[in-house]
């Protein structure tokens, strides 16, 4: 079954060819990392009009690396959510007007599936499996006992990881996305800040990253004001081994609670080096499993892999009425 996937949630345009759920036949990409530096941050307006200006050629660009016609694809799969609404309805509108060219069955599928599914491409998915998923606008510990199950244990209660790692990179003048030059600095310095470790009173599965940003910003604002200067390497090898010890302390918690099979780590923080090198080193013996950077941030494979799945699973496609979504609820999309 050859399945294209369609992303665009974000600053990532990207078209993909995938045979049978693991065969990576093409993964065009276009990233506005460039564009939005500048400004420190994405700008949605301009986020939206880059995708209008790339979504047709990355389209022909993943069809020729693939060397597969329009007529050859079985499903079109386009994630309908969350993300930036503009930026949504661009990929959705290319992916709809190809179903309806080529009469072709389109799927919508959820952008946080698409993160977890990543692992399929390298990795045979095993259940019950826990996955921690964080990005730029997620952080959450789920809970799948089989395909397309998913259960959210915990959550951030205020900021995304890799939120608090862009706004960590800032204060300290790093470019975004910060998120690979604060791990970068970190692997140059120590621990030498002990910054809090937040595991909230409840000792539930939630997190919160509000609190950890405050006490970096704070570190640098007050040392600033005091004419001091702060060691960079330090301060970012302290706020990642804060940020990776909950991570991994509560992932291995809800792992042995559950007793699973696989442990699954995705979205773009996944890429993080510190973060896979604390699950290594204490991992109590948990097959785990993290997709190669490029299957890490938004991507289309991930989301022909996710729908591939979903397909299997669900045997229903949705008609060219998909919508698109800013906010949508993973559990309730799937409930059976
Ligand atoms: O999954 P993603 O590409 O986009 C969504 O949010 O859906 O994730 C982007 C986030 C950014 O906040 C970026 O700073 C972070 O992932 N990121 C990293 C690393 N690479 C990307 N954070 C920490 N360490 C990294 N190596």
Known sequence: ????????????????????GKEVL??????????????????????????????????EEALQQANVKPEDIDL????????????????????????????????????????????????????????LLVSGGNTELIYMKDHFSFEIVGETLDDAVGEAYDKVARVIGLPYPGGPAVDK???????????????????????????????????????????????????????????????????????????????IVAGGVSANKGLKERFMKENPGFEICIPSIKYCTDNAAMIAVAGYYQYQKFKKVDDLSLNAYASLDLEELYEV
């Open 1 to 20: 079954m050859l399945v294209l996937g369609v992303e665009s949630s974000c600053d990532e345009t990207s078209v993909s060819i995938v045979r049978d």
């Open 26 to 59: 093409s993964n065009a990409i276009n990233s506005q990392i460039d564009i939005h530096k500048k400004f420190g941050g994405v700008v949605p307006e301009i986020a939206s009009r880059n995708h209008v200006y790339q979504v047709s050629m990355i389209f």
């Open 76 to 131: 079109v799969a386009v994630t309908m959510g969350p993300g930036l609404i503009g930026s949504l309805l661009v990929g959705l509108n290319a992916a709809k007007t190809f179903a309806l060219m080529y009469k072709k069955p389109i799927l919508g599928v959820h952008h946080l599936a698409g993160h977890i599914y990543a692992n399929a491409i390298e990795h045979e998915m095993k259940f019950p499996a826990v996955a």
């Open 185 to 263: 600095l970190a692997h140059e310095g120590k621990d030498t800040y002990h910054l809090p470790r937040v595991y909230l009173e409840d000792d539930s599965y939630n997190f919160s990253f509000s609190g950890l940003k405050s006490a970096v910003i704070n570190l640098a604002h007050n040392a600033e004001q005091r004419g001091e200067s702060i060691c960079p390497e330090d301060l970012c090898a302290s706020f990642q081994d804060s940020v990776s010890e909950v991570l991994v302390n509560k992932t291995f918690r809800l792992a042995k609670e559950k007793g699973v099979k696989q442990i």
